[in-house]
């Protein structure tokens, strides 16, 4: 890994007040596609068909292939060296809290006990009637759309586009932003608001800011360091070398 600075060696070796978001690129070593980029999920599917309330309205079956495609996918996966690597240091430090637009639970998976959803589960379903959400794992569904018990059409558990993020998920990630000492930003385009305006969050609050992204993204620019790179050799580099100091 390239050098870091002193700084981020102590916040990091400290683990106080630590607060993670990842994107999509988290996933990306454990063969999840991304959304944007060669090969994104974006480029194959119009974001307006799959992935706003209107598309669902407009025809359910063909959000709901695209989502019964992720499940599947999902399914197969397991989380990498930088999952474990964050599940690891979560676990050494108690207060690390860990904030996630990804929808496929792999940090739940590599052992993180308390994940912030901020863009809901895929294992997740909601009942188009009475709003009522619930885990449901089975891959692949009988039959699409799947229906809830009374009847009515199942929708995925997530957050589209024009659709607000779950409110008590984002204030506790904001809340957290705004008392963190150090915040990773890690494989995410932040291009999506407003979880792309937490970084700016606790920036403003006095953090130190650090991105994880092989490539330059919006807040390149406007963060403290940028470790370069992908997610599964810096993490563990960065979180697994650091000794825990005595508590
Ligand atoms: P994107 O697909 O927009 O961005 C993925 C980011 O990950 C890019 O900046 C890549 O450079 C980076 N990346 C790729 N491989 C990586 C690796 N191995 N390690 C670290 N970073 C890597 O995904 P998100 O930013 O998560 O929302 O997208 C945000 C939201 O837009 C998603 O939650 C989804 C999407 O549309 C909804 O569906 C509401």
Redesign the pocket.
């Known amino acids: 890994m390239q050098q870091i600075s002193q700084r981020l060696a102590d916040l990091v070796a400290r683990g106080r007040d630590v607060v993670v978001l990842t ?4 996933s ?2 454990s063969g999840v596609a ?4 060669a090969g ?1 999920l ?1 480029e194959n599917e119009p ?1 307006e068909r799959v ?1 706003t309330p209107e598309g669902f309205a407009h025809d359910p079956l063909r959000v709901w292939r695209f989502y019964e495609a992720r499940r599947q996918q999902i399914a197969g996966v397991a989380p990498h060296a930088g999952h474990r690597a964050l599940a690891d240091y979560a676990a050494r430090h108690p207060g690390i809290v860990t904030v996630t ?2 929808i496929d639970g792999l940090h739940q998976a590599a052992g993180v006990e308390e994940v912030i959803e901020l ?1 809901g589960s895929l294992m997740r379903v909601r009942c188009t009637r009475d709003g009522g959400a619930r885990e449901d794992r089975r891959v692949p569904f009988p039959a699409l759309p799947p229906r809830c018990d009374c009847g009515a059409m199942l929708r995925p558990d ?4 024009g659709e607000a993020l779950p409110e008590a998920a984002f204030a506790r990630a904001h809340d957290a932003s705004r008392r963190a000492a150090l915040f990773l930003v ?7 608001y407003p979880a792309a305006g937490l970084p700016a969050v606790a920036s403003a609050a006095g953090a130190w800011v650090v991105e ?4 330059p ?1 919006p807040i390149s620019d406007q963060v403290d360091e940028v470790l370069r790179g ?3 050799a810096i993490l563990p580099a960065l979180l697994g070398a650091v000794p825990t100091p005595d508590r």
């Open positions: 994107g999509a690129g988290m990306a070593e991304t959304f944007r980029g994104g974006w974001v992935a637009q990804n863009h997530v957050v589209w586009f890690i494989g995410t385009s932040a291009l999506v994880i992204n092989p490539e993204t992908p997610a599964g």
